[in-house]
């Protein structure tokens, strides 16, 4: 599986960057995942055939074994990317990230990972450590050691 991570930044802070480089060698056996931050979110360009889903605040938080089965469930589908693209709260407000290029003809889902407002570059690394549980539940893993 193919994981892409998209956020709205110029560059990721250091630290998380740490944190992000930790998950991303955990998860390294079971997907292949990149962290794209973006300057201007606007101008990704997305392959339909991947899955996407934005991950916001406000919106009802997906939990481990939730986002197991959607990745499994993924799989079953013949689906072999996904991509999570991180928006700022403007963009949430009122669903206009709908109108965005990358959005347009494409079915998005979307969920949350906390319901708290984070930034993007810390989403990021919660979103990491979920993909990271999921895959633990997926293969049967305990997560704590």
């Not at 056996?29 to 996407?52: F, G, H």
């Not at 991180?86 to 889902?109: C, G, H, T, V």
């Amino acid at each position: 599986m193919d994981i892409t991570i998209y956020l709205e930044n110029k560059k990721i802070d250091r630290d998380y960057n740490l944190a992000l480089s930790e998950y991303k060698k955990r998860i390294s056996t079971w997907c292949n995942l990149k962290i794209i931050p973006e300057k201007n979110i606007e101008k990704i360009t997305l392959k339909k055939s991947a899955k996407t889903y934005v991950v916001c605040s406000q919106k009802e938080t997906i939990s481990s074994t939730d986002l197991a089965d959607l990745i499994s469930n993924l799989n079953i589908n013949g689906f072999s990317s996904i991509n999570f693209i991180i928006l700022p709260d403007r963009y949430i407000l009122m669903d206009s990230w709908k109108s965005l290029n990358f959005a347009k003809d494409m079915d998005i889902e979307y969920f949350a990972v906390s319901s708290f407002n984070l930034e993007g570059d810390l989403t990021a690394v919660v979103l990491s450590e979920q993909l990271y549980r999921a895959y633990t539940i997926i293969n049967n893993i305990t997560y704590h050691k």
